[in-house]
């Protein structure tokens, strides 16, 4: 890496780094890099999105969010999607394909890593400790937490003292309140929700305007992503960005080293940008999935794959949700959405229970009038064969909605998942996607700690709507389509035997290609990754930009 | 997909088998679902259009009920489509909007500087007060 190009290059001419998509990890990379000098490329095969192409500001927004903008890229069949093949998985995996990645159609929760998280294997005996600490990555934590215009309110004791958010919590609204009035009597923890949607305008971002469309994609313009936050300002200082371009591999010299990436343009063109360093940003299926492609007689398992471990370990994070109903009106449908309210009472490990780890809890609104028809309340509709549609329908769902429709508050669980070498990722010998090369598919079983862990989360979480009053509750156990969170599949450690990437994101195979994405986890945490997945990516490029003149190169 | 009068009466009559009038709700083709409604509903969704095609097709105006509980039992996918035409054309009007009290999804103005209640009726201190729950880092 010479690290003294300046403006941005042109098309196809070699530069000192191509980053593999334009996510979150890339986004963090890209910026940090163009501000160093470094020359910089990134292939992104979704494109750029504007706030106006979002549909939450339209009558029509929830039937869309049902299949245009549905989190999973099965359900959407967009071109610029590719395929999952799922039949071997009990859950659907979720992402985007865009500027800005899966955080496109994120919620924004803002729950980084806690100390146990890194620890996991001292305090608990099982999995892996992280090759570094929570006091590690503060510092990286805190800067991306400016950029991200994080709003919260400081001292949660749930966390270590940390530096205050940028901008002030947003309202927890009544339905927040419904949850901490029950929380609050049986003497459990909450906190008024973080969230990476600023409450003041910040970097770009406007100032959240509730909404409660942000799992659509905000069309406020106030949802913190990347194509926002750290893209314009990579872009001015001459980071070049390629959209519609879909790698389908990343070559070697007879070195040994990555000379750059083989991609089809938006044209079918095939084309070659060539780089001194390769950092792939690509998700953890998406970047298993490139190397896992990138197959050579030096590399006849796949690219920096001799540990064997490149696509498993897949963590998802297996999802609970538990919906109280109240007399009381709640506004359902006001944001942001987002977490209104956090809970951290039952996250760390107590094995009387029965399981290990645990999980966070995030109060949500319950949504507009066909979203309580059709999520959470889909069981009320499953009538069987013989009955009569009048019935299953009919004053069946104005009842429904009467009694739903406003008064609802959800509870969302994520829980800890353990990696285990047998949920992986790997090629589908079929399936490809719209350029022909060849689809991920999924071998993916929820563990029996992770059913043990959500029973047990459902039950108290039950208790606590109880508590606050709630005339019904419902339980959706394991919902199929909540894949959000795509950890562990090139493990991050010390030794090259049972690890991809080394603590840097180096992989140990391959010494100019890196890994900034969340696929590098050693372990899931119980909680929404996306800050810890930004601040991993920021502490590595940090020290691969600090070590630029010694690093090997194509 | 072009849908003549003889379909969007149809289409009517459907819907009222699954949204009939009950209470102070109207039933569907009392507030016009058959009309601009279903037209958004199936601009929005436009791969469902075969199957909403299809399941119009199997059915006949004159007996909405056996046609649709037929549907419902013998074509999921044609039923599903009907069905999701008819309930987001009937949430989506105006008038059943103001009856349940959905103004849309709007953006309600607020003072991100206000003090939060619970800042002031004690309920977050009580919080603080029981301590950190995190484990810290083993030295």
Known sequence: ???????????????????IGAGPSGAVAARALAAAGVSVVALEQGHWLDANDFPGRRREYELVAQKRWHPNPNVRDLPRDYPVETSASDINPLMYAAVG????????????????????????????????????????????????????????????????FPTPPLPIGKAGQKAVEGLDKLGWHWWPGTNAIPSLPHNGLNPCARRGTCMTGCPEGAKSTVNITFWPHA?????????????????????????????????????RQRASVVIVCANGIGTPR??????????????????????????????????????????????????????????????????VRGAKWGAMPGGGPLGVTSFVGSQIFAADEGARVEDAWGENLHNLVARRFNHCLVYGIIGEDLPENSNRVVLDPDLTDSDGIPAPKLLYKVSEN????????????????EAAGAIETVVVHQVRDTGWHLLGT????????????????????????????????????????????????????????????????? | MTLTDADRA??????????PAYRNMPAASAVDVQHAMLDLALQA?????????????????????????????????????????AVAAYYMTDEVRRLIGYPGQESPPYDPHETPGYLLDGSLERVVRRGPLYRPTPR
């Open chain 1, 1 to 19: 890496m010479s690290g003294k190009t300046g403006g941005a290059a042109r098309r196809d001419e070699p530069v000192d780094v191509l980053i």
């Open chain 2, 10 to 19: 149809k289409f009517a009559a459907l819907a009222d088998r699954l949204i």
């Open chain 1, 290 to 355: 490139l190397l896992l492609l990138s197959r050579s007689a030096r590399f006849p398992e796949g690219l920096a794959n001799r540990s064997g471990l490149v696509g498993r370990r897949l963590m998802m994070h297996p999802f609970s949700a538990v919906l109280g109903v109240f007399e009381d009106e709640l506004d359902g449908w006001v944001g942001p959405f987002g977490q209104l309210v956090e809970s951290f009472e039952f996250y760390e490990t107590d094995t009387s229970r029965g399981f």
């Open chain 1, 101 to 164: 990645g899966s955080t496109t159609l994120y919620a924004g929760h803002w729950t980084p890593f806690l100390p146990s998280d890194f620890r996991v294997k001292t305090l608990d005996g099982i999995a892996d400790d992280w090759p570094f600490t929570y006091e590690d990555l503060l510092p990286a934590l805190e800067e991306i937490e400016r950029e991200v215009g994080v709003s919260g309110l400081p001292g949660n004791p749930a966390y270590p003292p940390q530096r205050a």
């Open chain 1, 450 to 465: 992770s059913h043990a862990m959500l029973r047990f989360h459902v039950a108290r979480c039950t208790e606590a709507v």
């Open chain 1, 490 to 554: 090139c493990r991050m450690g010390e030794d090259p035997a049972t690890s991809v990437v080394d603590p840097w994101g180096r992989t140990h195979d391959v010494p100019n290609l890196f890994i900034f994405d969340g696929s590098t986890f050693p372990t899931s945490g119980g909680v929404n990754p996306t800050a810890t997945i930004m601040s991993v990516a920021l502490r590595q490029v940090r020290h691969l930009i600090a070590g630029r003149r010694l690093q090997e190169a194509a």
């Open chain 1, 235 to 271: 872009i001015r200082d001459g980071a070049r960005l390629v959209t519609g371009a879909r790698v389908r591999e990343i070559e070697v010299n007879e070195r040994g080293l990555a000379t750059g990436a083989v991609y089809i343009d938006e044209n079918g063109r095939e084309r």
């Open chain 2, 45 to 85: 969704r436009p791969e469902l259009a075969e199957d909403f095609a299809r399941g119009l097709a199997a059915c006949s105006a004159e007996t909405p009920s056996e046609s649709i509980n037929a549907l419902f039992r013998q074509d999921h996918a044609a039923f599903g489509a009907v069905n999701l035409m």
